[in-house]
């Protein structure tokens, strides 16, 4: 019936809204990505992507070896940019999972565990805003956007730690159901 649609057209509109605030994002970060090297640790790590060397303790080996799948798509004086998109890419998805995070932790706040089915109109204009404002928010803070415009290890780092949380939390939502 139409409490069904209801749940539905929500989680069609978290999907459709939180992909729209990665697209914002990704188009920020790409769009300023650092064109080569930053002056510290950043030449460092694109050079040892492109060669797949071993960089300093402890070192960051996915990082690494992804950044050496992206730098093989360029030709040898755009690798500082390809590592550096690794990074771009990985802080717009930090922030879709970010969006994610809010809406899920705001339909617990506003007593919503798993259907939306009750939810006012309202109530969903306040989940799915909060959570891109949130993201938003975080798109545009100095320090996560200084990390996603270059090849450093803390954007694929704060992408990981995103998805983890995430993923509990969409654990959470399924661990009644049978499968």
Not at 67 to 90: D, H, K
Not at 102 to 121: F, R, T, W
């Amino acid at each position: 019936g139409t409490t069904n649609n209801q749940s539905m057209n929500y989680q069609k509109l978290n999907n459709i809204i939180g992909w729209l605030v990665f697209a914002i994002a990704a188009f920020t970060y790409i769009s300023t990505l650092e064109p080569t090297a930053s002056f510290w640790d950043c030449g460092e790590y694109i050079a040892t992507s492109y060669r797949l060397e071993v960089g300093h303790p402890p070192g960051a080996p996915t990082f690494l070896l992804v950044g050496r799948l992206f730098s093989m798509f360029a030709a040898p004086e755009n690798v500082a940019y390809m590592v550096n998109l690794l990074s771009g890419l990985t802080s717009a998805f930090t922030i879709l999972f970010l969006f994610w995070t809010i809406s899920a932790l705001a339909k617990k706040v506003l007593g919503y565990s798993k259907d939306m089915s009750e939810a006012s109109a309202g109530d969903i204009i306040a989940i799915l805003g909060s959570a891109a404002v949130g993201g938003l928010a975080y798109t545009f803070s100095d320090t996560f956007w200084f990390s996603a415009v270059e090849g450093e290890v803390y954007a694929m780092s704060s992408m990981m730690t995103a998805i983890t949380f995430w993923a509990i939390l969409k654990w959470e939502q399924i661990s009644d159901e049978p499968k």
